[in-house]
């Protein structure tokens, strides 16, 4: 079966096609960066806009780099969730009506479900049971996962997600949008000596993260050094790496909890977060430490993109689930509500 995949719920429109047997076949993602980095962040409309100029011809150059027409299409994906709702819209109305039109089945895919078994595509892949950390600007979550669709969420943030902490903090250090991946590479040039950050919620039992404390912590240090003279290029770089080290070490600390907490030795770290180079090697050097192994999904399958929402409808398409016509896009969905397969 080759599903083509849709992926509209942000600022990113990516389009995929998968097939059982052979893969990922062609795969592209175009950013929406430029559009949204005079506002500082999202613009849900404008969001939504771009969407509708990029998907119909994203779609038409992914079948001709996989070689295929339109009727080589045997199901359709596309994300129903969550996510902003116009930017769905578009997604959901495009790949459901180009499914009705082939007269193919079409299935929504809950996004960090696709996020979550982007893993799946790598080789070597991991095999279920495993804890999954999801990552992202939107969501920081532990999950036990015993199969596709059959969760179990362990924690998640009382507040900002760590992407979403990331990028505030950016914006605090006055470093360009997105500011997530700017703070990363300004904390490689930091002194981690000469700051300690706290590690939110460590020091109590329980898996779930706060991230706001440490935000505000982060504009507190800033004010004082620079209040006190300090130098502002340094001084931005040094808290860059103290809040990057704090947050990296909350993550692997709550992770170690939740591998020993369900007996687990695979842990699968998904979303854009888990493509942070320090991240990856505190979690490699933890699992090592606790007998198991980690699981990412390669750099450009991190952030949003088509090929995991295609995978995610291979899988469920594959077990004879589909949509109706009357598609029903959603901003907030549990994961825990899926079907199992």
Same mark, same amino acid.
């Given at each position: 079966m080759r599903v083509l995949g849709i992926e509209t719920s942000c600022d990113e429109t990516g389009v995929a096609v998968y097939a059982g047997g052979q893969g990922l076949l062609a795969h592209a993602v175009y950013t929406q960066i430029a559009i949204h980095a005079r506002y500082g962040g999202v613009v849900p409309e404008l969001a939504s806009r771009d969407h509708v100029r990029k998907t119909l011809p994203m779609i038409r150059q992914v079948l001709e780099e996989a070689g295929l027409s339109a009727g080589d299409i045997d199901g359709v994906a596309f994300t129903a969730g969550p996510g902003l709702?116009?930017?769905?819209?578009?997604?959901?109305?495009?790949?459901?009506?180009?499914?009705w039109a082939w007269g193919v089945p079409a299935i929504g895919v809950h996004h960090m479900e696709g996020h979550l078994l982007a893993p799946l595509l790598e080789d070597p892949a991991p095999e279920f049971p495993f804890v999954a950390l999801l990552v992202s600007g939107g969501h920081t979550q532990l999950i036990d996962v015993a199969g596709i669709g059959r969760y179990r969420l362990l924690a998640e943030s009382l507040d900002d997600a760590a992407g979403e902490a990331f990028d505030k903090t950016a914006k605090i250090l006055d470093l360009p949008y997105p500011g997530g991946p700017e703070l990363a590479r300004l904390a490689e040039t930091g002194d981690p000596d000469r700051f300690r950050f706290p590690r939110p919620m460590t020091d109590r039992p329980g898996l779930d993260f706060s991230f706001s404390g440490l935000k505000t912590f982060t504009v507190?240090?800033?004010?004082?050094?620079?209040?006190?003279? *300090? !130098?502002?290029? #340094?001084?931005? *770089? !040094?808290?860059? #790496?103290?809040?990057?080290?704090?947050?990296?070490?909350?993550?692997?600390?709550?992770?170690?909890?939740?591998?020993r907490q369900t007996g687990h030795r695979r842990l699968v770290l998904a979303g854009g977060v888990s493509a942070n180079r320090r991240l990856r090697r505190r979690m490699d050097e933890m699992m090592a430490e606790e007998g198991g192994q980690t699981y990412y999904p390669r750099p450009s399958l991190c952030t949003d993109n088509g090929a995991m929402i295609a995978y995610a409808g291979w899988q469920r398409l594959s077990a004879g689930q589909a949509e109706p016509l009357a598609f029903r896009p959603k901003a907030r969905w549990a994961m825990e509500t899926l079907p199992p397969i």
């Open positions: 709702i116009g930017a769905l819209m578009v997604g959901a109305a495009i790949g459901r009506s180009l499914a507190n240090t800033l004010r004082s050094e620079l209040a006190a003279g *300090a !130098d502002p290029v #340094r001084t931005r *770089a !040094d808290v860059a #790496r103290a809040f990057e080290e704090a947050v990296v070490d909350t993550l692997t600390i709550k992770c170690r909890r939740a591998v």
